[in-house]
């Protein structure tokens, strides 16, 4: 299994674009603030159902996919998983504000194709097709990549 340090550095190949990786620095956490929502937007009666929990704020589907996420954030790094974590709460948070407002589904996937829409001009400026083309664990690398320059983590 590749390091954090490995996979971010292979995420960086093709982000050396001064405007490339400044669309990226708001469009992937803009992404992953819309899975959560569009997640968070899946009926979760299931949910309530299974756990006996009835605070949407807890149990919605946007919770549930934590799991895996930071099973595989946790196998490369606690730090990471930290942060990760910490931007995730605050995506539920938000989300969950933000559908007190607006229909957070249309909202949602708004916010998802506008942000993708612009990475990719991105990737046309950079010459460089994006990394989950060739891995798709790379659709979860980039969070970790923006959060490491914020940070400047050395794990």
């Not at 995420?11 to 990786?21: F, L």
């Not at 916010?111 to 990394?131: D, L, N, R, T």
């Not at 959060?147 to 794990?155: A, G, P, T």
Request: proline share 4%; hydrophobic share 50%.
């Amino acid at each position: 299994m590749q390091t954090l340090q490995q996979l971010l550095d292979k995420y960086a190949e093709s982000h050396q674009n001064r405007t490339n990786k400044i669309i990226h620095y708001f469009c992937v956490p803009a992404i992953f603030f819309s899975i959560v929502g569009l997640l968070m937007s899946i009926p979760s009666g299931l949910i309530s159902t299974f756990t006996g929990i009835q605070n949407p704020l807890i149990a919605n589907w946007g919770v549930v996919s934590l799991i895996p996420m930071m099973i595989f954030y946790l196998r490369l790094s606690l730090k990471m998983t930290v942060l990760i974590l910490s931007f995730t709460i605050l995506c539920i948070l938000g989300n969950f504000q933000l559908g007190i407002y607006l229909n957070l589904l249309q909202a949602s996937l708004g916010i998802f194709v506008v942000a993708w829409i612009v990475q990719f001009y991105g990737h046309k400026i950079e010459g460089k097709k994006p990394s989950f083309l060739d891995d798709i664990k790379f659709l979860l690398v980039g969070p970790a990549w923006i959060l490491d320059h914020i940070f400047k983590s050395k794990n």
